[in-house]
């Protein structure tokens, strides 16, 4: 029997984009319309970004905490989070936490690995790009990264949550990623994480002129595997 997934969820459209994988792609592994058990819990997206914009992290990972221990009551075996940037607080959480976790940067570096992609641009919430969550699982991997330069964080950022998290997906807004992209392949980039997890309801892979690394299915997948062990 697969194991019960848990995810802790934090911004609705990324999470429901990995809702949505696991569900469907549960079949190709599992049988015709079959996946994985799945509960998820979510705290509202305005109390995790209360401790954003104070700084703080200790506060988030209460939250996350806080969603983990009910998942582990009603039966999840092992947890993941579709949001990058709260990636940030795993390593105060880990220890405390009741269940497992899959980490999303170490799944997107491994696919990064295995398609022998040498120097990523990086693109998130500017605490995503500017923060910890990805550089020690590069690193690991022995990859490169680039961000974007400052101005480009800036509006990335405003577009993740002033429209993408809300639902909107703007042509104009997917232009601006595209060209972003762009410039970083300039600078030697070779591939393109989308380390929001909305982005790639605004980015399809065919929109890039990188080749993508979809964190948000990335990480479905990786649970839909352990879950099928």
Known sequence: MAKHIGIVACSAE?????????CVEGAALMG????PEISMHTHSLGEYMHY???DNWNGMAELILDSAEKLAKIGAEFLIC???TIHQVFDV????SPLPWLHIAEEVAAEAKRNAHRKLALLGTRYLMEGPVYPPKLKAQEID????DAEDRLRINEIIFDELVNGKFLPESRSYFVNVIGRLK???CDAAILGCTEIPLLIAPEDSPLPVLDSTRLLARAALRKACL
Do not use: S, W
Request: net charge positive; hydrophobic share 35%.
């Open 14 to 22: 990324g999470a429901a984009l990995c809702y949505r994988t696991i």
């Open 93 to 96: 959480m880990l220890p405390k």
């Open 145 to 148: 990264f680039k961000i974007p």
């Open 32 to 35: 015709r319309h079959a996946h």
């Open 52 to 54: 954003v914009y104070e």
């Open 82 to 84: 579709p949001d990058n």
């Open 186 to 188: 300039e600078q030697g």
